[in-house]
Nanobody, 121 residues
Framework: QVQLVESGGGLVQPGESLRLSCTAS????????MAWYRQAPGKERELVAD???????NYADSVKGRFTISTDNRKKTVYLQMNSLKPEDTAVYYC???????????????WGQGTQVTVSS
């Protein structure tokens, strides 16, 4: 069984930084795309950034130039470095990984439990 565990959320002031981490564990054959999503109160979940197994990245316009997604494939971990945080970045952040558990199974998406990020003065 695959599990994703996130860490790194918290309360910060505008302009400060946070680094989120998400590590996958369990029976894993391969990991394709890794991604971070967020959901603010009363809003739909939205893609923040993703990264392919080849290293290609994609960012939401609202975070370009401020957030950086990266991975440590050996550790099965994805990171989200968030700089110059704004109050509108306040949300629950979820990691998502597209994982194959064996060579004979198709991949599926797995979600972390979510970590709260609050940006407030």
């Amino acid at each position: 069984q695959v599990q994703l565990v996130e860490s790194g959320g918290g309360l910060v002031q505008p302009g400060e930084s946070l680094r989120l981490s998400c590590t996958a564990s369990g029976t894993i054959f391969s990991i394709n795309t890794m991604a971070w999503y967020r959901q603010a109160p009363g809003k739909e979940r939205e893609l923040v950034a993703d990264i392919t197994s080849g290293g290609g990245t994609n960012y939401a316009d609202s975070v370009k130039g401020r957030f950086t997604i990266s991975t440590d494939n050996r550790k099965k971990t994805v990171y989200l470095q968030m700089n110059s945080l704004k109050p509108e970045d306040t949300a629950v952040y979820y990691c998502n990984m597209n994982i194959r558990v064996s060579a004979y199974r198709t991949s599926k998406h797995y979600w972390g439990q979510g970590t709260q990020v609050t940006v407030s003065s």
